[in-house]
């Protein structure tokens, strides 16, 4: 429950607007699993609670951990579908990657998570949970999260209901009291949804592109062919953007397909007059996809090619590949088991 929705619960007991604020604290800045142990509500009401509600708190059935200190998370949801998230620390950072849906509907053909189909969408208490998993165990360590992005399984503004509650937790100060800038929302390009939740709140948006023309991106991205290149692009310079963020444009770069000097003097073309920077992603192997991965002499040129139009472009580093925790490779592959 968001703020808002556990103080209209509540008051419907007869309780004072703030016992929401204290229950809130409890579970996201305290990670209670326990009504009883709410020491600052009466014992009546942490009663009251403990019969009519539930913290949800499954364990993580599987934890994989990279050499490069990247640790991935599976976890069983209560009809027996699995979802991953990854934890990436880096020497100020930590940030979580999340899932919003079980599976994908997308489809797009460098996706591990496209090529499992869609089963079904997150709610936001197992999205949420993803969060509070990873924060106690960086309490463990005395280490704290700063950031969290939306590029797990899924397009989450496919699942935009869910996924806005889950923002509003992860900013509110009664909740996680994470900065909106330090959360990011990855999407495929679902335009009246971007524009929706751009409106609602100040998070960071990062775009998938994938291709300079609306040919290739609809063979790569079949999504394209709702959402084309141009109205794509246009909601992505009419983002409302504070001081001196600018809107990410995601960039899987793969050998032989989208990599080529003409595919980066066509992107940056396209991209001309948007306040945005490029994430180019070499493309991560993995055993559902039949591309590879560009050469780095490849990559570099691709990148000053950019670099050389005046548009900001970063090689993503690669993360987690050897636990298939990468961009692109996160499938929830666990044997399943029947609901």
């Known amino acids: 429950m968001t703020l808002a929705e556990l103080e209209n619960f509540l008051s419907r007991w007869g309780k004072e607007r703030y016992r929401a604020r204290q229950v809130s604290r409890w579970i996201y800045q305290r990670f209670a699993e326990d009504f009883m142990a709410m020491t600052d509500l009466s014992k009546s009401f942490r009663e009251e609670l403990s019969r009519e509600c539930l913290i949800s708190s499954p364990p993580a059935e599987r934890v994989e951990t990279s050499s490069d200190g990247t640790e991935k998370f599976l976890f069983r949801l209560e009809d027996g579908e699995t979802v991953e998230s990854v934890l990436i620390p880096e020497e100020d950072r930590r940030t979580l990657c999340i899932s919003s849906q079980v599976g994908c509907a997308l489809r797009c053909g460098f996706?591990?998570?496209?090529?499992?189909?869609?089963?079904?969408?997150?709610?936001?208490?197992?999205?949420?949970?993803?969060?509070?998993?990873?924060?106690?165990?960086?309490?463990?360590?005395?280490?704290?999260?700063?950031?969290?992005?939306?590029?797990?399984?899924?397009?989450?503004?496919?699942?935009?209901?869910?996924?806005?509650?889950?923002?509003?937790?992860?900013?509110?100060?009664?909740?996680?009291?994470?900065?909106?800038?330090?959360?990011?929302?990855?999407?495929?390009?679902?335009?009246?949804?971007?524009?929706?939740?751009?409106?609602?709140?100040?998070?960071?948006?990062?775009?998938?592109?994938?291709?300079?023309?609306?040919?290739?991106?609809?063979?790569?991205?079949?999504?394209?062919?709702?959402?084309?290149?141009?109205?794509?692009?246009?909601?992505?310079?009419?983002?409302?953007?504070?001081?001196?963020?600018?809107?990410?444009?995601?960039?899987?770069?793969?050998?032989?397909?989208?990599?080529?000097?003409?595919?980066?003097c066509g992107l940056a073309r396209l991209l001309k007059g948007a306040r945005v920077k490029v994430n180019l992603i070499p493309y991560n192997a993995h055993e559902h996809g039949d591309f590879t991965s560009p050469s780095g002499e490849t990559v570099n040129r691709f990148r000053d090619v950019l670099l050389a139009a005046g548009i900001q472009a970063i090689t993503r580093e690669r993360r987690g590949g050897d636990i298939r925790a990468a961009c692109g490779q996160l499938r929830g592959a666990a044997q399943a088991k029947t609901p």
Request: glycine letters at 6%; charged letters at 25%; one cysteine or more.
């Open 111 to 264: 996706c591990a998570t496209g090529a499992m189909g869609f089963r079904r969408n997150m709610t936001s208490a197992e999205i949420v949970h993803q969060v509070c998993f990873a924060l106690k165990r960086l309490a463990e360590k005395r280490e704290r999260l700063t950031n969290v992005v939306f590029m797990g399984m899924g397009e989450p503004l496919e699942n935009a209901r869910e996924v806005s509650k889950t923002i509003a937790i992860l900013l509110s100060q009664f909740g996680f009291g994470i900065s909106g800038k330090r959360v990011t929302v990855s999407t495929a390009g679902v335009v009246p949804a971007m524009l929706a939740l751009a409106e609602e709140f100040p998070v960071s948006f990062a775009v998938s592109i994938n291709a300079p023309t609306d040919a290739l991106r609809s063979a790569l991205m079949p999504v394209n062919r709702k959402y084309p290149l141009k109205e794509l692009v246009t909601v992505m310079k009419s983002i409302p953007l504070r001081s001196d963020r600018k809107v990410t444009a995601e960039y899987v770069l793969l050998g032989g397909v989208n990599d080529s000097e003409k595919d980066a």
